[in-house]
């Protein structure tokens, strides 16, 4: 009586091999549940993300205005950028203003960092790092309505504030100097808590030990904090500056609520231009090109940042 081949390399495979075909369905099992897993964030960010950003750079090189059928005019939205003086007062109060805000914030936040991470009890020292937390996960526009009451040269609660002391009232958001102060003021405030929470890990990460050598060679004060506390906190002074420059350079909702770009041109930033002229003057060509460039300028500055650090970043 015959046996079928089949029959027979059936019966003949060993154990091993059973168990092999085992591991690779496993594996195959696996590999297909991540990339489930998977799918839903690739799809939403090709969808909303790289899609768009293709779009918008195709879209530097044509005139549109969503109503006629697009024309493509080469580097022509590019020429008006460099003749158009709006924009180019926009790009220049935006370098200016994320040179002040970084500035600024970036102080802000170490000092008080290094002023919570000082000796204090624990249920204060996490109060402070909620409270000062708090403001950066609030609504941009609702801060920013909020503190155009504040600041309302009429009815704000300064001015009555300044009139008690003999001051008399201030216009914070009529004159060129009060609404870019205002703007610097509301938009630090709103974010300083996250540089702040990365200086709290950078200064918890540096050994008690070094100050308290330091303390026995005479070093203490400000001594200690350019010595010790600086180099050892560079690293994340470096991805604080730039997570902050790159979050300045996108600013949009404090001027646009508190000022709307004035007085005049005073606070109008590249990202308002970009929305003005896609939105407003439905000049979409020209938007595209704006955000290129504002694009590419975070890219070098990033970029920038990064070079210097191998001079300036102590990793020891």
Known sequence: MSVPAAAVTQAGRSPKAGRDDAVSLRRKGNRLLIWLFLAPTVIGLGLFSFLPIIGSLV?????????????WVAFDNFAEMASNPTIRVSFLNTIGFVVAAVVVQLAVALGLAILVQSRMPNALRTFFRSSLFLPLILSAASVSLVMAYLFNQEFGLINQFLGLLGIGKVGWLTTGLGAKVVVLIV???????????????????????????????????????RAITLPLVSPTMLVASVMAIISALQIFD?????????????????VMVIYESAFQQ????????????LTLLIMLVTAIQFQLSKRFVFYG
């Open 59 to 71: 879209l530097a090189f044509f005139r549109w205005d969503i109503i006629t059928a697009p024309e």
């Open 187 to 225: 938009y630090v405030w709103q974010n300083f808590g996250f540089s702040f929470l990365l200086f709290l890990g950078g200064l918890a990460a540096i050994p008690k030990e070094v100050y308290e050598a330091s303390s026995i060679d005479g070093a203490t004060g400000w001594r200690q904090f």
């Open 254 to 270: 404090q001027p646009y609520v508190l000022t709307r770009g004035g007085p005049g041109n005073e606070t109008r930033t590249a």
């Open 282 to 293: 439905l000049e979409f060509g020209l938007a595209s090109a704006v955000g290129v460039v």
